[in-house]
């Protein structure tokens, strides 16, 4: 089975900065595709930052210019580098992979982990 574990989380206040972290079984490199979201209490899950095999990465317009969103294929591993964190971000965050095989997609998700971004 694939599994996803997230650590990282935690309280910070605004302007601080944290390093989430998803390890995944077996090897990263097998998924097209992989992306950290988010949901705040109340709200719909969101996605945050995607990476694919290639390493181009995208981001949500709230998160630009302070996410950063990479990958490790030796440690299998993906990260999310959280700067200037705003009380906006605070959420439970989850690690998402995606792979495509035979002509069908495959979605795994991780437990989350919480992030709370207050004074």
């Known amino acids: 089975q694939v599994q996803l574990v997230e650590s990282g989380g935690g309280l910070v206040q605004p302007g601080g900065s944290l390093r989430l972290s998803c390890a995944a079984s077996?090897?990263?490199?097998?998924?097209?595709?992989m992306a950290w979201y988010r949901q705040a209490p109340g709200k719909e899950r969101e996605l945050v930052a995607t990476v694919t095999r290639g390493d181009p990465t995208n981001y949500a317009d709230s998160v630009k210019g302070r996410f950063t969103i990479s990958r490790d294929n030796a440690k299998n591993t993906v990260y999310l580098q959280m700067n200037n964190l705003e009380p906006e971000d605070t959420a439970v965050y989850y690690c998402n992979a995606k792979r495509f095989v035979d002509l069908r997609w495959y979605t795994y998700w991780g437990q989350g982990t919480r992030v709370t971004v207050s004074s």
């Open positions: 077996g090897t990263i490199f097998s998924f097209d595709l």
